[in-house]
């Protein structure tokens, strides 16, 4: 069993009952993707979309491709024609390239809509207000199923804000689940994914606990 490997089982021993794992390989080569997938896992997450389309284009068919990154508009048509679920869903020129270039490729995408509930600006996401302006004319994206929400906690080692934070997305996604027919809220990331699976999450997103430091470099 490889490190990549033992890490995973790690991981998924300490995942709750009907929490996914979506492994975040972003930075990563093919070939530490392809220990993991030999380990069974088949979400892997990536944050930038030529990446992404590089990798699937190696990897066997049957991995589901997460969009978990800040996307940029000019790049769904890449991804449009594989991804299988677009976490960051942040602004409503995103809906609507996501919805026509679904369209071109003859399919109904998946997503997510992120909602900032950080301290820092440097997050992205809709408020509240803008979240619930916004549902009532999810009909003008036919090609677009919005799943339920995502979001990124503060950057921060206090435990309470956190868990607050969670919480209050929790509670944004149980008043909309029902008639909004939501089945997904995606919270939770290496260091704090515990916490979120206390608040309600279906998804977490998880790179160096288990692909170890992201690399930077060229």
């Keep these: 069993m490889t490190q990549i490997q033992s890490a995973l089982k790690s991981v998924r021993a300490s995942l ?15 070939a530490l993707l392809l220990e993991a997938y030999e380990a069974g896992q088949r979400d892997f997450g990536e944050n930038k979309v030529q990446e992404m389309a590089l990798k699937a284009a ?32 942040d602004r409503e020129k995103v809906l609507k390239e996501l919805d026509k270039q679904a369209k071109k490729v003859s ?7 992120q909602v900032h ?38 950057n921060t080692d206090d435990e309470h804000q956190v868990r607050r934070e969670f919480l209050d997305l929790n509670d944004l996604y149980k008043k909309h689940a029902q008639a909004q027919h939501w089945d997904t809220l995606s919270i939770g990331m290496s260091s704090d994914y515990a916490i979120a699976m206390e608040c309600g999450a279906t998804h977490v997103r998880i790179g160096s ?6 690399n930077y470099a060229p």
């Design 58 to 89: 190696t990897m066997p068919e049957d991995i589901r491709w997460h969009m978990i990154g800040h996307v940029q508009t000019n790049k769904i048509k890449y991804m449009a024609p594989f991804v299988h679920l677009v976490h960051g869903v």
């Design 16 to 30: 709750q009952e009907g929490v996914e794992l979506v492994a975040v390989s972003k930075t990563k080569p093919v």
């Design 209 to 214: 606990a288990v692909f170890g430091a992201r």
């Design 107 to 113: 399919r109904i995408i998946d997503c997510l809509l």
């Design 117 to 154: 509930i950080a301290q820092e600006e440097t997050k992205f996401g809709w408020s509240v207000a803008e979240l619930e302006a916004l549902l009532p004319h999810m009909s003008l994206y036919p090609n677009v199923r919005v799943r339920g929400l995502m979001g990124m906690a503060s």
